[in-house]
């Protein structure tokens, strides 16, 4: 039967590949050869502060770097065929996370910030009158953000505002710079009596902020209670806000 | 088909990753199965990585990136390839 050219005998090194964070502690793994080699093997490294093989025990981790163990097979003296291991030590760190895009947030008016970092729109509550009346307030909420990709802007919103009109008083309006985009406020309802409140149950809004990639842009909750009557409510909350990627559901 | 179609031969390792700042650092390229000519090599960009006639790479001085191509002198459409790969780790990884 005429030798097959093609025929060779099969061997291989393991592992083949190490890929491994940097922890300062070197460890230590013993190559295993698989098959059967042309001749005794021999391992040379490229860098030996960062993998090197003795007694064929294969140590890294020590230094943070990438090298690659060449395993020959040595046959009178010469390399008759070669085998691959690449080590890579600390060199996948994951990336620290890019800034959010937000450049600003400016409050103004009666809003504030509470301590769980909830945004209050409030109602002016230094004095009332026998009707849980005072005085008309506004307020803003601006966020500036520099959109460098496709994001949505996620938040929370619900409040306890008065019942009497409920669909266009005490209002917290949402706008992408000066024009207008979503208001919060309920559908008209059948008013329940002056100084019980319409109490918006929270609930979870997404606005899709592909028209400004590549651009900046001022989202602005607007607060206004549009008249001094029914005073004594919580008004408006705006919590959990944030920009997510696209798919993020 | 018969046997002596057959022309596999490629080139190993398909990847090579070190880290930039030793001097001397080579590995030699393993030719396996049968090209028709001997297999010459080529080199994308040469300020990353060298390689000489008989297949041993130099490589380290200089962070980037290459393609070495491993051509058969017989056919120069018969073609395999070598990504290489040197790279800086942050000196805050290296040093910590």
């Known amino acids: 039967m005429p030798e097959n050219p093609f025929a060779f005998a099969y061997w291989d090194v393991r592992p083949k590949h190490i890929v491994q964070p940097y922890d300062q502690v070197a460890k230590s793994v013993p190559l295993e050869i698989l098959g059967s ?155 329940p009596a002056w100084n019980q409140p319409c109490v918006i149950p929270r609930r979870t809004e997404w606005i899709d902020l592909w028209e400004f990639i590549g651009r900046s842009v001022t989202v602005r909750f607007v607060w206004d209670t549009r008249d001094h009557l029914y005073q004594m409510f919580d008004g408006w909350y705006v919590g959990n806000i944030e920009l997510t990627p696209p798919w993020v559901t | 088909m018969s046997v002596d179609q057959v022309q596999y031969w490629d080139v190993f390792p398909k990847t090579i990753k070190v880290s930039h700042g030793s001097l001397n650092m080579s590995v030699p390229l393993s030719v396996r199965g049968n090209p028709r000519g001997n297999v010459c090599f080529d080199v994308s960009n040469m300020a990353i990585a060298t390689v000489s006639e008989t297949g041993i790479v130099s490589l380290g001085y200089n962070v980037g990136a290459t393609i070495i191509a491993a051509y058969d002198s017989e056919d120069r459409t018969s073609v395999r390839y070598v990504q290489v790969e040197v790279i800086s780790v942050a000196a805050a990884v290296a040093d910590a």
């Open chain 1, 37 to 191: 080699p042309d001749g005794e093997v021999g391992f040379t490294t490229t860098e030996p502060t960062i993998a090197a093989v003795s007694g064929g025990v294969l140590t890294y981790g020590a230094k943070a770097g990438a090298a690659v163990i060449v395993a020959e097979a040595i046959s009178d003296g010469i390399a008759a065929s070669r085998r691959y291991v690449q080590v890579e030590v600390g060199t996948q760190q994951e990336q620290p996370p890019a800034p959010p895009p937000i450049r600003q947030i400016v409050p103004s008016g009666y809003v504030e910030e509470l301590p769980d970092g909830v945004w209050h729109f409030k109602y002016f509550t230094d004095w009332f009158d026998e009707w849980g009346c005072n005085i008309r307030v506004q307020g803003e909420l601006a966020i500036t953000l520099d959109l460098d990709k496709h994001y949505r802007l996620r938040f929370d919103v619900w409040g306890e505002i008065e019942s009497m009109a409920a669909h266009n008083h005490d209002t917290l309006d949402l706008y992408f710079n000066d024009r207008w985009k979503r208001n919060f406020n309920p559908s008209p309802v059948i008013y």
